[in-house]
């Protein structure tokens, strides 16, 4: 890593690290001061704090919380140098300690992790923690734009008295199917073994199945936002909707067909009404593809086997033609990783953080998971099926 100190315009030092600006080049205390004071969750316990350069995200936070811990996170012992040489003990608190490894602070509880977007900028892709760091940042901001339409979906949504999901063994294979392009080459395998298998489905994937005429047994619903209610107008689907408790509640509320709500881990209010209730709670990973895989497993089938769940971008395409969500990328941020055929396909971080969600949970899972896409990302220890081996697993 490559650090550089300089004066800033207002003559304070600022810091680069690898060519990128961690502060502003103006007014970097300043700066720093105003990122924490819009970043931070008062309600939290403890903080962790990504980075620490000169120590002045650091010093805003420890004016800002001065009796809470905090916990600071820094990538190698050139920057800890730096800090200390520039610095004169204010950082000396009991309630302030410093760490190179965050497995250390894997048991923390209520905490929030402060990660400053030009930290993950400035170490790059290929540091070992860029995609773990991006994932968290992502998911903060994710959070952040819909925090208070999931708390009055939440509210609307458990005044409706639906359904909870209950674990049972069940020897038929379920078939996930997300609107991820490959779906343009699998869909009629589907269309082929419907009756044969329990068939959930991403809302932005229920009207390709009516398309072709296949009636799934359960539709999955995550998005709080109001965006994606056109995925459910029109359609004649009165079957099973499973929906997350902080889902969009007009989608929720219109459906005809029997309801089963979702609790998520890792939302408060979600977790506090599933304990209260004795409702199993189920992992989210970030995305409505991966709520339908802690479904599956959650209900207890021993067997998935995905389609349209591609996790990249065969041909700049993200969706099935007919998917309500489809559209062409153009960016310059793509990456490139390894497909289910041994070619390389587009990505971004986004998905990416769903194919590293889906690596852990297919290491860890007890169920046999399949997947249909050759053009789709590689997912460790799930194998490609051809068209007759998925007829060959359903007899």
């Keep these: 890593m490559k650090w550089e100190i300089f004066k800033a315009k207002n003559n304070e030092l600022t810091l680069?690290?690898?060519?990128?600006?961690?502060?502003?080049?103006?007014?970097?205390?300043?700066?720093?001061?105003?990122?924490?004071?819009?970043?931070?969750?008062s309600n939290a316990n403890h903080y962790i704090l990504i980075g620490l350069g000169l120590g002045y995200h650091?010093?805003?936070?420890?004016?800002?919380?001065?009796?809470?811990?905090?916990?600071?996170?820094?990538?190698?012992?050139?920057?800890?140098?730096?800090?200390?040489?520039?610095?004169?003990?204010w950082w000396q608190k009991e309630n302030v300690s410093f760490v190179t490894?965050?497995?250390?602070?894997?048991?923390?509880?209520?905490?929030?992790?402060?990660?400053?977007?030009?930290?993950?900028?400035?170490?790059?892709?290929?540091?070992?923690?860029?995609?773990?760091?991006?994932?968290?940042?992502?998911?903060?901001?994710?959070?952040?734009?819909?925090?208070?339409?999931?708390?009055e979906n939440f509210y609307s949504n458990i005044e409706l008295n639906d359904l909870s999901i209950e674990k049972n063994s069940i020897k038929r294979i379920a078939c996930l199917?997300?609107?991820?392009p490959s779906l343009n080459e699998t869909i009629h395998w589907l269309k082929n073994i419907e009756h044969?298998?329990?068939?959930?489905?991403?809302?932005?994937?229920?009207?390709?199945?009516?398309?072709?005429?296949?009636?799934?047994?359960?539709?999955?619903?995550?998005?709080?936002?109001?965006?994606?209610?056109?995925?459910?107008?029109?359609?004649?689907?009165?079957?099973?909707?499973?929906?997350?408790?902080t889902a969009n509640n007009l989608v929720v509320k219109n459906h005809m067909g029997p309801r089963y709500i979702l609790l998520q881990e890792g939302y408060p209010l979600s977790e506090k009404y599933g304990n209260a209730k004795k409702i199993p709670l189920i992992q989210t990973g970030g995305s409505v593809g991966t709520v339908a895989f802690s479904l599956i497993e959650a209900l207890g089938y021993g067997n998935v086997i995905l389609f349209g769940q591609d996790l990249g971008f065969f041909d700049n395409e993200t969706h099935i033609t007919q998917s309500t969500s489809n559209q062409i990328v153009f960016?310059?941020?793509?990456?490139?990783?390894?497909?289910?055929?041994g070619s390389?396909?587009?990505?971004?971080?986004?998905?990416?953080?769903?194919?590293?969600?889906?690596?852990?949970?297919?290491?860890?899972?007890?169920?046999?998971?399949y997947n249909t896409s050759k053009k789709g990302a590689k997912i460790e220890n799930v194998p490609l099926i051809t068209e007759q081996q998925l007829y060959n697993l359903i007899k």
């Design 16 to 41: 680069e690290l690898n060519d990128i600006s961690i502060y502003s080049k103006y007014s970097p205390i300043k700066n720093a001061s105003y990122w924490i004071n819009q970043e931070l969750d």
């Design 58 to 89: 650091l010093k805003a936070l420890l004016d800002s919380v001065p009796d809470k811990q905090i916990t600071v996170y820094f990538f190698e012992e050139e920057e800890y140098k730096i800090f200390i040489k520039h610095n004169t003990g």
């Design 101 to 151: 490894d965050l497995e250390e602070i894997s048991n923390v509880s209520n905490i929030q992790i402060l990660v400053p977007n030009v930290w993950i900028k400035a170490i790059g892709f290929e540091h070992r923690l860029h995609d773990f760091l991006e994932t968290i940042r992502l998911k903060q901001v994710s959070y952040k734009r819909v925090a208070t339409t999931m708390h």
């Design 177 to 180: 199917v997300a609107s991820g």
């Design 196 to 245: 044969q298998v329990d068939i959930f489905v991403v809302g932005s994937a229920l009207k390709v199945l009516e398309y072709y005429e296949i009636v799934p047994k359960g539709v999955v619903h995550a998005d709080p936002s109001p965006k994606n209610i056109n995925q459910f107008q029109d359609t004649k689907f009165k079957g099973e909707l499973y929906y997350l408790s």
């Design 331 to 341: 960016t310059d941020r793509l990456r490139k990783v390894e497909a289910n055929d």
């Design 344 to 369: 390389y396909i587009n990505t971004n971080a986004g998905l990416i953080a769903f194919l590293n969600w889906y690596n852990y949970s297919c290491k860890d899972t007890s169920m046999k998971v």
